[in-house]
């Protein structure tokens, strides 16, 4: 079934119900969709062909969502793109996917054609849809196979040039179907979409909420913007990466706005620092409901949730502590997915014991694109994920990250996860995240470092933080520095570049503050 099917199936049933908000416009069901159909014609009339690439280097936009299911319908692979991407990094997405056409925004034009795209080879948003506003829509979405791939997603390439993730149109349709029921005229919510598109938690919520009949605001991140929309719009539903949360609990005039209107808010795509959880449940309204979804891109979003009863605290004190504890997991797998521990010796672990986390399920990505080359996560000839992630299982199948095995700190040959230290320096209240990374040592190979970041008006300095470390850490682990900073070095969700804190915080850094 073609992926589409996320604008067509709603069509057929609901035509008139208002689906799509912007700031200054709302469209229907049988808009989106014919409005993407015409799309479809104008691709396939500039020579597009089933399985040819299709660009979208945009932000959230309805001519962004119109641009994707138009090249859908007519069988092409999207390629949706970090539109914050720059220099060499943009001309590999472009040259490496290499991609038929590119749809865009007027401001990111010259990049595109700078990065070796030739402009006859790039619409922007408008052009796009005056060019297909005469022309017929398609009648029916190109037929596809559930295994021909539908979307051409980026990792966000932490370690290494980011690698093309081949998501398939049956994967997708499952991950989406599995998420509820098609539109049928009921009220079911409306949804703050702020994550961007070319992550797949963006593509995924744009997807799940346009399908199960959730009127879906587009909007581009900004705290008072978020605020001002759930406010205004009465929004009921919304996805946030931890980094967000944090910005939106910091707004000066978070406490004047009323949030009532919120039902379900999930976060993910990156670690929650303990501190932002804690302000999150205490600060919302008592009323929503928080989840907590984990997944990567290679498996089609999320894998396991920590759902809304495990975020009360009530019960016993007994219950109230075994929840806070499983607070810091992911939650358990969802149905259609299975979880595995692999210890250093290839073994399944008993629970409570850390290794590889594993996952298999029917949507797992295809494959890289190209050699995939270094890739960060592995697919087995049993169709298991190797993750990367290391974790543990408890004995109720919740699942516990640790960190990444690529950021495993080898210290004199003793392997050190920053997920421990940073667990011990986030248990200062005045410490609201905190990364631990390593930096060349010439006689250990590495040693360890931390920054942090401090709650407003904190007093506690490194030598403080370095001695709270000294009653929880043997010596190997404790970090030899700790740096105060705003803010870290992120990806586009909110993940820490562990690997940029180690070049800036490195030797050369070290020597400076020596001298």
């Known amino acids: 079934m073609n992926l589409s099917m996320v604008v067509d199936i709603p069509a057929m049933i609901v035509p008139d119900e208002p689906a799509l908000f912007g700031e200054d416009h709302e469209s229907t069901y049988q808009e989106i969709r014919d409005n993407s159909a015409r799309q479809a014609t104008l691709f396939e009339s500039l020579g597009v062909n089933p399985g040819d690439r299709i660009g979208l280097l945009a932000t959230n936009k ?8 138009g090249a859908l319908m007519c069988g092409a692979t999207v390629v949706p793109m970090n539109y914050r991407a720059r220099g060499n990094e ?13 749809i865009t925004e007027d401001r990111y034009i010259d990049s595109i054609v700078s990065a070796g795209i030739s402009r006859d080879r790039v619409l922007t948003l408008e ?11 398609k009648d029916e979405s190109a037929d596809v196979e559930d295994t021909d791939v539908a979307i051409m997603l980026y990792t966000s390439g932490t370690t290494s040039l980011p690698k093309g993730v081949l998501l398939t149109h049956g994967g997708f349709t499952q991950y989406v179907m599995g998420q509820g029921e098609a539109a049928d005229g009921e009220f079911h919510g409306r949804v703050a979409l702020a994550a961007p598109l070319y992550h797949v938690a963006g593509l995924t919520a744009m997807t799940v909420s346009l399908f199960s009949g959730r009127e879906t605001y587009l909007i581009d991140f ?18 946030l990466v931890p980094s967000m949360v944090s910005l939106v609990l910091r707004h000066p005039d978070f406490d004047q706005y009323d949030l009532s209107s ?10 929650m620092p303990p501190a932002v959880r804690e302000a ?21 979003s999320t894998v396991a949730v920590l759902g809304a009863e495990d975020h009360r605290l009530e019960g016993t004190p007994e219950e109230i502590e075994l929840k806070r504890r499983r607070l810091s997991s992911v939650g358990r797998p969802l149905p259609d997915v299975e979880i595995r521990i692999i210890d250093e010796d290839g073994n399944q672990a008993a629970p409570n014991v850390t290794g590889e986390v594993y996952l298999r399920t029917d949507r797992a990505m295809a494959g890289y694109w190209g050699k995939g080359g270094g890739a960060r996560v592995l697919l087995d000839s049993e169709h298991w994920v190797h993750t990367g992630d290391l974790g543990h299982l408890d004995e109720d199948g919740y699942l516990f990250l640790t960190g990444r095995a690529s950021d495993l700190i080898i210290r004199g040959g003793e392997n050190i996860s920053p997920n ?26 590495e040693r360890v470092e931390a920054a942090v970041r401090l709650v407003e008006g904190a007093t506690v300095t490194e030598a403080d933080l ?8 043997s010596g190997a682990k404790r970090p030899d520095r700790i740096y105060v900073v705003e803010d870290f070095p992120r990806t586009a969700t909110g993940k820490v570049l562990r690997r940029q804190l180690s070049k800036e915080f490195g030797p050369t850094q070290m020597a400076d503050v020596a001298g």
């Open 127 to 137: 052009e796009a849809s005056s060019r297909a506003a005469d022309l017929e829509p």
């Open 420 to 445: 421990e230290i940073e667990e011990v320096l986030e248990r200062h209240h005045e410490v609201e995240e905190a990364t631990a990374f390593a930096v060349v040592d010439d006689h250990w190979g």
């Open 280 to 300: 999150m449940l205490e600060r919302f309204p008592k009323s929503i409901a928080f989840s907590c979804a984990y997944g990567q891109t290679e498996t089609n």
């Open 62 to 69: 309805e001519g962004t969502l119109l641009a994707f299911f």
């Open 90 to 102: 943009l001309s590999h997405l472009l040259s490496d996917s290499g991609v038929t056409l590119v």
């Open 466 to 473: 370095i001695e709270m470390c000294k009653e929880s850490l």
């Open 222 to 239: 900004e705290p008072g913007k978020w605020l001002e929309t759930v406010q205004k719009r009465k929004i009921t539903h919304a996805f």
């Open 262 to 271: 919120l039902e379900m808010v999930t976060y993910g795509a990156a670690p």
